[in-house]
């Protein structure tokens, strides 16, 4: 039972345009929420976060959008570029029960298109 | 080192043989986690250590699994007997502690089972 989904497994955007990854989770518990991003050969190196006290968080290009009610957060990418290109994946944990584990997704892959 | 490292970066090995892998992370990092992703699936929890707490093993999907860390740094995964459904890319992890700090994930090792 997959407690937080992607259920795009690819996304193509043109560069220079807004890239939305999105991903829903069904655990009400979880509380923190996390975005990672992966080059093949490589580990998932940490994007962007959102606790579930916030509904939005923004860095440079990346925003999370987190919607509590729907069980929904998105990652927007604006301006898309090339680099961008990775699969993405979405995380969630449960900080207020102690040290729990990260919960992944399956992964978007995004090809950014010059 | 600069980042967590993983040995050996690929490992092929014949069902039924046992295998090693392992992670040194990084350095003053308290908390170490082992995920594992199989083809088209995200990052599947397998094992938790934080300090010299009892690790949490409640992601290994059988008792073939085991991990160690060694003086609350290196850690080592290894498979029993293993099984061709065990091939997949294995995930090391790290952070200062283990609540809201983010994991800094290592390159993988990619183990194939034939």
């Known amino acids: 039972d997959q407690q937080v989904k992607q259920n795009s497994p690819s996304l193509s955007v043109q560069e220079g345009r807004i890239s939305i990854l999105n991903c829903d989770y069904t655990n009400s518990m979880f509380d923190y929420f996390l975005w990672y991003k992966k080059y093949p050969a490589e580990g998932p190196t940490f994007l962007i976060s959102?606790?579930?006290?916030?509904d939005k968080n923004e860095d440079g290009r990346f925003t999370v959008f987190l919607n509590k009610s729907a069980k929904h957060l998105s990652l927007h990418i604006v301006p898309s570029q090339p680099g961008d290109s990775a699969v993405y994946f979405c995380a969630a944990r449960r900080l207020s029960s102690g040290n729990t584990p990260l919960v992944f997704g399956k992964g978007t892959r995004l090809s950014v298109i010059a | 080192g600069a980042g967590v490292s993983q040995s050996p970066s690929n490992k092929v090995t014949e069902k039924g043989k046992d295998v090693e892998l392992r992670c040194d992370p990084i350095?003053?990092?308290?908390?170490l986690y082992w995920y594992r992703q199989s083809l088209g699936q995200g990052l599947e929890f397998l094992i938790y250590?934080?300090?010299?707490?009892?690790?949490?093993k409640s992601g290994l999907p059988s008792d073939r699994f085991s991990a160690e860390r060694t003086g609350g740094s290196v850690s080592t995964l290894t498979i029993q007997r293993t099984q061709q459904e065990d091939s997949a890319v294995y995930l090391c992890?790290?952070?200062?502690?283990?609540?809201?700090?983010?994991?800094?994930f290592g390159p993988g090792t990619r183990l194939l089972v034939l």
């Open positions: 350095s003053g990092h308290t908390a």
């Open positions: 992890a790290s952070s200062v502690a283990g609540g809201r700090e983010t994991q800094y």
């Open positions: 959102i606790s579930s006290i916030k």
């Open positions: 250590f934080q300090g010299n707490s009892a690790p949490d």
